[in-house]
């Protein structure tokens, strides 16, 4: 795992814009994983700040979301298709039938799962796959104790995220207990990773999902054994990096070796 410490939300999150620019450039049909949340919020404006101004082109591209809260309509203001139609999708020449983001409505999630792991294989699989962690050091809405080989399934939400997420609505009593989520080994078979990460009360889980063992407890952990997975977090987030002059050190001196 590569590891990107940029001093602030911002430089982070143009740095990882990078990274998705560079895909396009090198296929311009390529498929993308999607996050929400607030941490990949800057990495979207960024992007939609590039295609206005700067013509960076979606319009041969595919995008799979992670995860969507079950029971939340595709127009309710915190369901993550309004996110992401909100943040990004409608600001981009992307096409609507290339955007994939899991149901929250269906009547058979079970064979709503299965689908959506078969749609992404008919495609070529996930060439980049974007990741903001958790507070307890989950990946999309793997919670402690998933399995790393998990495919798309409904899952049910910890106490920990519940309250994390409660912001975001009235009372964390209207959270959904229950969501459709990718798995740690769906998200493991994309070629590349991104993850994000900002603000000191994600360091905990940045350091033990970077530094601590490959456990089910820190889903993020199951992205030490994938070849190519780059991490960026600002300085707050690398708080608690036992390595982090180590991480930094390789970065200083690594400005003209090809990109990986």
């Not at 309004?82 to 096409?95: R, S, T």
């Not at 912001?167 to 740690?184: K, Q």
Request: glycine share 6%.
């Amino acid at each position: 795992m590569e590891v990107i410490i940029e001093q602030d939300y911002e430089q982070m999150s143009k740095a990882a814009a990078r990274v998705v620019v560079r895909t396009l450039n090198e296929k311009p049909n390529a498929v993308l994983g999607m996050a929400t949340g607030s941490t990949p919020l800057g990495l979207y404006q960024e992007l939609v700040r590039l295609h206005r101004e700067e013509g960076l082109d979606f319009s041969r591209v595919t995008t799979f979301n992670l995860d969507e809260y079950v029971g939340l309509s595709v127009t309710h203001p915190q369901s993550y298709h309004h996110f992401m139609y909100e943040n990004f999708f409608q600001h981009v020449n992307i096409a609507r039938q290339n955007i994939y983001i899991p149901s929250g409505t269906t009547s058979n999630y079970r064979s709503f799962c299965e689908w959506y792991e078969q749609r992404i294989e008919e495609l070529g699989g996930i060439d980049l796959q974007i990741l903001g962690i958790g507070s307890d050091g989950h990946i999309a809405f793997n919670e402690p104790t998933s399995s790393l080989s998990s495919r798309t399934r409904l899952k049910t939400l910890a106490r920990q995220t519940i309250e994390d997420n409660a912001r975001f609505f009235e009372t964390a009593d209207d959270v959904p207990v229950y969501a459709i989520t990718m798995g740690v080994g769906t998200i493991m078979e994309a070629d590349r990773i991104v993850l994000l990460a900002n603000g000191a009360k994600k360091a905990d889980a940045v350091a033990a999902a970077v530094e601590g063992p490959v456990t089910s407890m820190i889903t993020a952990s199951a992205l030490q054994m994938h070849p190519r997975v780059k991490l960026f977090v600002d300085a707050d987030a690398a708080g608690e990096l036992q390595m982090r002059d180590y991480y930094q050190w390789i970065l200083k001196n690594k400005p003209g070796a090809p990109p990986s």
